[in-house]
């Protein structure tokens, strides 16, 4: 399994989507329930401002992988998980002082 391993400029979000099921009775009860083994996923907004050789390994490295084929990456400060990218979708620009950027979000996922 290939390895994402670039590192992202600061500034990048995390959000945390836990994955539930709601009963709601009809006496105003609700019962909440993990829907899985592995009921929090993790997902990061991410960017990269490099020199444009960088940002070009990046992208071949994205359209190898996009949201079919998942890729170790491990977030600062976090654990390593398995990854895509959110339906296959990411923005390249041009930065300053001949820097491009990418722009991406990155979203756990789970083996079976």
């Known amino acids: 399994m290939a390895t994402f391993t670039w590192e992202p400029?600061?500034?990048m979000s995390a959000d945390f989507?836990?994955?539930k099921t709601t009963l709601m009775f009809g006496d105003g009860y609700k019962q909440i329930t993990s829907?899985?083994?592995n009921n929090i996923n993790r997902v990061f907004n991410v960017s990269f401002t490099k020199v444009p050789s960088e940002i070009d390994a990046i992208e071949v490295f994205?359209?190898?992988h996009g949201d079919v084929n998942y890729f170790d990456w491990a977030p600062p400060d976090e654990d390593v998980g398995?990854?895509?990218v959110k339906d296959s979708e990411w923005e390249r620009s041009i930065d300053n002082f001949g820097f491009h950027k990418i722009t991406a979000t990155f979203v756990e996922v789970f083996e079976v």
Do not use: A, R
Request: net charge neutral.
């Open 9 to 11: 400029d600061y500034g």
């Open 17 to 19: 989507q836990q994955s």
């Open 35 to 37: 829907t899985n083994l």
């Open 62 to 64: 994205l359209n190898q």
């Open 82 to 84: 398995k990854f895509i």
